[in-house]
């Protein structure tokens, strides 16, 4: 199973996002099934900005799990690295100092988002292809 990961660029740093069941259980825990279900209204208007920075971060943190589990350090990206050289985890507060509230911001943040959580329902498909010698033959036993 390849990750599923969005970044999202703040102050020149690239942070993952990875939308896993350690998010939906979050989610779950600390927000009604009503508040879940318009989720995305939510993320459109920000109506609920403590919705949002928590599922940001969330999903940021999450990201950074994986990332810090599995070692993976793409060198394209822009990593903020804490003094023992893994992903740093931004907390709901640094996340709220860090954004500002302009409607562009707001709107590259929500289609971050939304980017994360749709890459999350996506599957991977893989097609084999069989050579014409093995199609229709069968193997010889030999007994």
Do not use: W
């Not at 060198?75 to 023992?84: A, G, P, Q, S, Y």
């Not at 988002?113 to 999350?120: G, V």
Request: glycine residues 4%; charged residues 30%.
């Amino acid at each position: 199973m390849k990750p599923k990961i969005t970044y999202l660029n703040i102050d020149g740093y690239d942070y993952p996002m990875s939308y896993s069941l350690f998010v939906s259980q979050a989610l779950l825990r600390k927000y009604d099934k009503e508040d879940l279900d318009n989720l995305e209204k939510n993320l459109n208007g920000a109506q609920s900005l403590d919705l949002l920075i928590f599922l940001l971060c969330q999903l940021i943190n999450s990201g950074c799990e994986y990332m810090n589990l599995f070692r993976l350090y793409p060198t394209d990206k822009k990593f903020n690295l804490d003094e023992n050289g893994k992903i740093y985890r931004l907390s709901e507060q640094e996340l709220a100092l860090c954004l500002d509230m302009s409607e562009d911001s707001m709107r590259y943040i929500s289609n971050k988002i939304k980017e994360c959580m749709n890459k999350s329902q996506t599957k991977d498909v893989t097609a084999q292809v069989k050579s014409n010698n093995q199609v229709g033959k069968k193997k010889k036993r030999h007994y």
